[in-house]
């Protein structure tokens, strides 16, 4: 499994033992939106869900805290997301995310290209009990390198997305709101025109009202070209 390290604004850290990680996905606000993405995504070949907001099983140690993204082609890419993390003594946490996902594998289902590759995590958190008053008010921005040019391809608040209050109950439901669970949000559009096949991700999470930014970047490496 994964062990994850968050700092907190105090300065305390939450050392998490992860033990399931789910990828919320059409986890937009607004379902008539969703719909229409739906079957855009169905004219490109990728298989629509059953319902929808969709929540996929991850691996646990698909959850890192890493700096690079080791590939196995040219057509995988990130989404800037928000993490909710809930700490061993069941304290609930907000951090940046990256789900970084396989495209072309996306096409055969999307459950599959979730766990083609990690969940990037940022080392810093929030109290989820801190910001949750202005939570609509939060920022999403995400940028994409290309040969050290960097150029932003989301922008958003995350008053686009299912809030992470949706998913709380959600997940005490089905009685998995349990210490080490990961719940990644959902993404916000990318721009039109903007090449999300790159060679790092950049992710930034802000608030605001205190101007604090929680942040995570990453390199994107291929691997060696298989032998046999």
Known sequence: MAVLTFELPDGSTREVDVVQVLNAGYAGRS???????????????????????????????????????????????????????????????????????????????????????????????????????????????????????RTQIQCGTLAELLTPAYWVDTLRSRKALTPGTVLISGTIPMTPGVDQFADGWSVELGDPATGDIIRLDYDVQPMPAPIG
């Open 31 to 149: 379902q008539e939106d969703v719909a229409a993405h739906v079957a855009e995504l169905a004219e490109l070949g990728v298989p629509g869900p059953s319902v929808t907001p969709a929540l996929y099983p991850v691996s646990p140690y698909l959850a890192q805290q890493t700096d690079r993204v080791q590939v196995q082609h040219g057509h995988t890419s990130g989404e800037a997301e928000w993490a909710l993390v809930v700490a061993d003594d069941g304290e609930l946490l907000l951090t940046a995310a990256c789900d970084h996902t396989d495209r072309d594998l996306e096409v055969h289902g999307v459950a599959w290209s979730k766990n083609a590759g990690p969940d990037v995590l940022a080392r810093r958190a929030w109290r989820l009990a801190d910001v949750e008053s202005r939570i609509d008010e939060l920022t999403l921005h995400a940028w994409v390198t290309h040969g050290g040019t």
